[in-house]
């Protein structure tokens, strides 16, 4: 079980980005969640087996089809036991 924290750039809100990722996560079976920050930037939060945190990290540097990512920081943190995926 590994988590990273998230922080996605560039057109990302208003066009699906935490309702994307959220059904992204629960396809890959990663717990955590996901939200708009003020900055206009999405911070997110991955636990989960090391390839499917992976995966959903790969998966954001793209984004739904409407965003325009410019940047995905990411950070290795430690998890936190979360369940299930939620939008906040």
């Known amino acids: ?13 208003g066009v699906f980005f935490r309702d ?3 059904r992204e996560a629960l396809r890959l079976g990663v717990a955590g969640w996901v939200r708009n ?11 989960g087996p ?3 945190v992976g995966e959903l990290v ?4 793209s984004g739904p089809r409407h ?5 995905v920081r990411v950070n290795d943190i ?9 939008i906040r």
């Not at 079980?1 to 809100?13: E, F, K, P, T």
């Not at 965003?67 to 940047?71: E, F, K, S, T, W």
């Open 78 to 86: 430690e998890p936190e036991g979360l369940e299930g995926f939620h």
């Open 67 to 71: 965003a325009a990512v410019r940047d």
């Open 37 to 47: 920050c003020a900055d206009g930037t999405v911070q997110a939060h991955f636990e």
């Open 1 to 13: 079980m590994i988590a990273r924290d998230v922080i996605v750039s560039g057109h990302v809100q």
């Open 58 to 61: 790969r998966w954001c540097r």
């Open 50 to 52: 090391d390839e499917a």
């Open 20 to 22: 994307r990722t959220r």
